[in-house]
């Protein structure tokens, strides 16, 4: 699968990204042909984690202020608990995402980043998974949370979601056909 000249927006928190859920997912659209971007609250680095131990950094791309819509194929929102639980309360991740929802362009969500789904109120009527722990949440939302390796929703627009980065190898290939697509 290629998406040759496709851009991807990656949006996460200052830290707390589950590094596996940005650098595998940011490899397959690289490797595919597209194009990531890692868009954040604040211009600098962002700390990755593995689990609970402390990974790499990454430099930011462009801020979270600075990100439009137009400029971006499709949306990706890595997991790690304490980056989903911060990129819902921003108010520009959440308008952001909204703005994707809305012209129909695919999102892809890992894990815990589905929260920023939830705040966005995008989920309703949707069929998705996430970590077991947000299905209460999902549900409460309107929408049907599934236990599988991934879930693609073709809905109003392309919702791509996952659980944990066991998954990722068959989420990022479900991910870049509906970008191809």
């Not at 211009?43 to 600075?66: C, I």
């Not at 997991?79 to 991740?93: C, F, I, M, S, Y």
Request: aromatic content about 8%; overall charge negative.
């Amino acid at each position: 699968m290629t998406i040759d000249g496709k851009k991807v927006a990656f949006i996460v928190a200052k830290e707390g990204i589950e590094q596996a859920e940005l650098v595998e997912p940011w490899k397959a659209v690289t490797d595919a042909g597209g194009s990531p971007t890692l868009i954040s609250a604040e211009a600098g680095e962002v700390q990755a984690f593995n689990h609970l131990d402390k990974g790499d950094t990454f430099p930011v791309d462009v801020t979270l202020h600075e990100a439009s819509v137009d400029d971006y194929d499709a949306v990706m929102l890595p997991g790690g608990v304490a980056n989903g639980d911060e990129v819902r309360t921003q108010r520009d991740a959440v308008a952001l995402i909204t703005a994707f929802a809305e012209a129909g362009k695919p999102i892809g969500v890992i894990c815990h980043g589905g929260w920023v789904l939830i705040e966005a109120g995008v989920v309703d009527g949707r069929m998705l998974t996430s970590w077991p722990s947000l299905q209460t949440d999902f549900r409460n939302a309107g929408a049907e949370w599934v236990d599988r390796e991934f879930v693609v929703d073709e809905g109003s627009f392309p919702l791509i979601s996952s659980r944990k980065p066991d998954d990722l190898p068959a989420f990022n290939k479900a991910f870049l056909e509906a970008l191809g697509n």
